[in-house]
């Protein structure tokens, strides 16, 4: 199928521009290009040659293989659904729970899980084995990356059994690593109680002199969740995520930074995320061993070794003066909050979209939204990639303009 | 630049499928087409044939005309920034008000608006007087679709007066209804506090036998609010909003819905959009001929109604047997919430976004989200364009599908 | 045991002054004497001789009658609890509900409640019957003054039959309008909620011109909320109550000082407890006729009333000025919240107490905090009793100085 | 005035009791006698004999030092307040801050402090210098058990030096460990907030099998937020707090309790007060050295030290079985939130009683409730007593009957 790409036809319209009738006028030039915090690098913006695509469905039925399906509906008469308990090893390790409209009458409501999780426990042979002898037809799988590259494993040993069994998954993780997709399950969630930590720390730093409100957020491998709580809260002054490499001394450094900080302002904001400094934290040869079920390097507490850190800046470069760092660390609190409306909503529609799909016989495949549009995407590809920040993009542009933190490009 | 059209490329991959390795599947048929409330309309869904597209942004520089223009940057080195009380007449009847950094630090933290707000009192030659005896050369506009309107006026009469002054528009509206953008900010905030009246109405209704929780939203000719917070919360039994006619009495009424609910479960709750139901409540004479300050018919208080004609049908159908209605109208309080997390991002994104804009020239324009993207949309089409509930996509047939309300078609 | 009357003891120790080692030193007059809207009354203030004692409890073994019982303890291996559905007619009309500890799990989580509630029905023969025919041999009443009043007649009859069976009863009223003890549960809850409408209401009141923010809030006889809500919010500037009857026009009306208040801020916030001015509000024949179940005139919607009367002043003295009245009516939404920890921790204790009270042998009584300690009261005499605001104290004298509103005493 | 000890005459009533009218009733025993975790001590309860006095204010004014002073009233006339930054030291290294009611106008809608506060630096010569020098005549001096000390010793200065200025302190703390009064501002909120974290340990405990929720709470010498946490929240296994000593290992102790929990439950919620276990964390030799700004040892983290506890006892008592421990630390996030309403309510009523105080001539004084009444107490008696948990009291015995902890005493 992949020959045939269909030409879409675009009309384009030109937006008014003030030289339509004032062909004289000269243009801006950015006073920003001599922040020596600050230097925005090519394609940080779109240019005015880009265009943006509104209508993004297109009826491509002359290219798509016809298929005598039904329209996806609901009320399908389901007899029964099970629930399984502490991640995969639940398949074999403990008995699947009923389900019923009365049970889970109130689950959305409630933070965290009634089916347990678990990390671990992946014997492929003993799901599968588990998923014939119950004779489930249909299995859901909700995770984040590590649960997605299970469930393709389970795709292909089903497809391998030639079993008539529909496999989808739903992406849920707060981190919103998951790529290709708008966005994950639970990550609007979290920027939103990301932000009441942001908030605390911010009045903790006004209400002391010399005052560092340190956060530490969510975010392994992705700074996500740090880069729109500081986009949401306008109250962070220093964002530093894993795609970001930072240090801290010397010029163009952290502590150079947040020492002009505090002179201006008296305090200061830094989120970290999780994943963020790791080559900076030194490791014991303990630690330097140290796995972790994945076989990647343990990760070390950034938040913790920031604290220490900036302490030790303080009474190094200024001794004598007050200085109060007010480290906090939202993570459980954060996981534990109960889904806002916005996550209500995506998840009432993912769950409805991916059991049309699997009502119509497709399988193999993840239920998320692509430009707001609730697509099925090929797991496996979803599965190989991963959505990181783009430094390079407008995003963190935003970021880099309202925090003026510096980009730590050692010049 | 219309007649380029320039073809995108696309790649289409298509979904597993259980029939790719089990050919002779056959497809389960829809039960719901049973159902009496609920008749799916041609187009509910996506067709297996339609494709979304994911990559929207596309460079087609060489179809653009060619600008001489910096890149978008922030910290322009702006000397000074007035705020407009109370609405356009603020222009020419108030003293504008000096902003700075420090003044509106925490603004983004309140509810509502410190420069006040006021309907009506739009005098074009005294606005563009007043910008050009002030000499701003930059002007920002906020507002739902009212106010758009104004702000096509007021550019027309800028570009006709060849004045270096750049207009941008930003979309604020809780109703959602601004077309072609994704959303307009306060939208999400909305929901969010719209879920907590009707978790309200879902709780006083299931504490009284036979209660029915009634919750009125904002939302006059839309009913986005209604819709999404349905499908937020999950408690809603019934949503009515105006791009659906309903009707109270008879078969596939409300009555007979509601009556079959309450015997289900003993309790049902009702959303209804303020500007639902028009058409069905009594008017006064003097209410026939009363106009609001646009022209328009007067709306009537479609929650007090309803409320009244429930109680009426109730007396009427089951004397002597308990029964309960529990009204709430939570506009002001919706109204006058603090931005939540989601909107306050998207607000410090848009405007950073008209920013850009107006610093590169572009005038005349709404700056707002496509597809995910913060695009620069010509002032007119937004204004003459009006985002409404579309009842035959699949939002709306999942609100269908969760309250298995009726469909009001009277058959 | 009326004629023992023990002696207590209490040692005073005088507070230091300034008069001590300054003798000479003038007092300060109050300049508040002078304010035209603020007369101080008699007794408002504790005076220098007043004394509070600390320490509440006294063991008057001496005094008391001598019984052999045991120590309140917990855990008394009870078989069978039931929930009572409906109120009172739920005793014969409905059957009850076996309560067990997983049941009730979350129960005081969620708002508003599980065993649903009902107004009248109240049929004492039935409801004894029932107690003795389902063999309850304890039984608990949960309510307001109605309820309370219920409960005395089942008590007394209990005590007629010479039943083996124990009667208390936990005051639970948002209106916080029981007698003797401290507060009821939920008003604390109450007044937290009551708050947010405030905010809501100050917040639209200062985005408009001339806005006046006016919220209903709960107490038909009593205007402890409205008094509790003024004093925690600092937004309002006329707290109206059903202990203290106002008027709008003429000299120290509300009028008058609404519009001084709106030329001196712009903005004003108007609270009003819903059984304030019933006696202002004109009724047509068939109110004047009409009774609530217990024979009273029924209520009228003071807010309604107040908004149009508002609207009805400005047009009249200020033509052509801008002016706004937001109303808001949060009933409902207060009522459903989940009750806060002060009162989850109150009704903790509520529940031991009562339970200990009841194991112990004792009836009759109602459960409840004096000063801060959890007491046994003779029901009968909570029943009589009715708390209301006492506008001669000083937590009305404080109301009255933070808003400086009128005495509404037409001199 | 101690000699004339005036007779307070009280009425008692007896209660109703089963007994009454049905005298062959043998009282119930309680089976918790035999429960091994639970050893209720003597004075656990109130008893039959025990009084409470409701009537707290009685008019001693024939046994008080005739004042000829005014009423205590609002709206003294004051020309000029000031505030001091960043605590004691700020009187004397920090130019004061003029305040207005503008300035102030929000500041009760915030967390943390606007006017910074910070440790240390008191210097009594230096403080009442500057209050000479700028010629304050009235001192109000927030803050908990620290800062009342040095008020104490700063009213004793101004009382040697003759100095026409009144001293008030307002106790402000969130630990609650002011004694005599009933409560300190803050307390309340921070249990409100405190039960967040409870229930965000409680979901993540319950979400994992043999999940162990772990919550430090503030409170270095006394369990008030973690005892009032544990009654509000109801979640809550067990409470660990200053004032009751514990163990870990053997009968009776901490791990013995948690596995029966965990076989029951399959998880469990731990809170404990930062001031708990103390004894039992080793110290290094540093350590042991170290001591704080007031020559106390320094306190260790027993969050941090419970959480390793509990993963070694796990490991080496449950080999191969799934465990977590969540560990949350919320103090930042509880401190830095605003007041809710009960302690805005408090805090208003504070600052009035305060100013009224002062203003008649009073000096020396801590103002703060007593009964729920407002009273002046002498500062250094205040400044003497400590507010700890009374581990024989009522309060403690319901947190052991509704966790059924162990009381950890050894047998």
Redesign the interface.
């Known amino acids: 199928?992949?020959a045939?790409?269909?030409?879409?036809?675009?009309?384009?319209?030109?937006?008014?521009?003030?030289?339509d009738?004032?062909p004289d006028?000269k243009?801006?030039?950015?006073?920003?290009?001599h922040?020596h915090f600050?230097h925005?690098s090519h394609g940080?913006?779109?240019?005015?040659?880009?265009?943006?695509?509104?209508h993004?469905?297109?009826?491509?039925?002359?290219?798509?293989?016809s298929?005598?399906?039904?329209?996806?509906?609901?009320?399908?008469?389901v007899r029964e659904i099970f629930g399984i308990k502490?991640g995969y090893r639940g398949f074999y390790s403990v008995d699947p729970v009923r389900l019923d409209v009365k049970m889970v009458h109130n689950w959305?409501k409630?933070?965290?899980?009634?089916l347990?999780?678990?990390r671990g426990g992946f014997d492929l042979e003993k799901i599968v084995n588990a998923i014939e002898d119950h004779g489930y037809n249909q299995v859901y799988i909700i995770g984040g990356d590590g649960t997605l590259r299970g469930a393709v494993k389970i795709?292909n040993e089903i497809?391998r059994r030639?079993l008539?069994v529909?496999v989808a998954a739903i992406p849920k993780t707060v981190d919103n690593d998951v790529g290709?997709i708008?966005r994950s399950f639970g990550f609007?969630t979290a920027?939103?109680k990301?932000?009441?930590?942001i908030?605390?720390?911010?009045?903790?730093a006004?209400?002391?002199?010399n005052?560092i409100?340190l956060v530490k957020l969510m975010g392994r491998s992705t700074g996500h969740i740090a880069l729109?709580?500081t986009?949401?809260?306008?109250d962070v002054d220093c964002c530093l995520i894993p795609e970001n490499e930072f240090y801290l001394n010397g010029k163009g450094g952290l502590f150079e930074f947040l020492d002009e900080q505090l002179k201006q302002n008296g305090h200061a904001v830094v989120v970290v995320a999780e994943g963020a400094g790791q080559d900076l934290i030194p490791r014991t040869d303990a630690e330097k061993q140290e796995r972790d079920e994945s076989g990647n390097p343990v990760f070390l507490d950034v938040g913790v070794w920031l604290k220490s850190e900036l302490k030790r800046w303080w009474a190094r470069d200024h001794e004598g003066e007050?200085f109060t760092v007010?480290?906090?660390?939202?993570t459980?609190?954060i996981?534990?909050?109960t889904a806002?409306?916005?996550d209500?909503?995506y998840c009432?529609?993912l769950a409805?979209s991916a059991i049309?799909g699997v009502?119509?016989?497709?399988?193999?495949?993840v239920a998320g939204p692509?430009?707001?549009?609730?697509?099925?995407?090929?797991m496996d590809e979803i599965a190989e990639t991963k959505n990181q920040v783009d430094t390079k993009d407008?995003?963190w542009a935003?970021v880099r303009?309202?925090t003026?933190q510096p980009d730590f490009e050692r010049s």
């Open positions: 199928m992949t045939e790409t269909p030409a879409i036809n675009v009309n384009l319209v030109p937006l008014p521009h003030l030289t009738y004032l006028l243009p801006h030039t950015s006073p920003l290009q922040n600050y925005p940080f913006y779109l240019s005015p040659s880009d265009v943006i695509i509104r993004t469905i297109y009826d491509l039925s002359g290219y798509s293989p298929l005598l399906l039904p329209q996806p509906t609901t009320h399908y008469g502490a959305h409630r933070g965290g899980t009634v347990e999780t678990s795709f497809q030639k008539y529909g290709i708008d609007q920027v939103e990301a932000q009441q930590a908030s605390a720390a911010h009045v903790e006004e209400s002391a002199p005052g409100g729109y709580a986009l949401s809260s306008r007050l007010k480290y906090i660390d939202p459980y609190m996981r534990a909050v806002n409306a916005t209500n909503l009432t529609l409805h049309h009502m119509a016989g497709y399988t193999g495949f692509i430009n707001g549009n609730y697509a099925y995407i090929p407008h995003k935003w303009s309202i003026t």
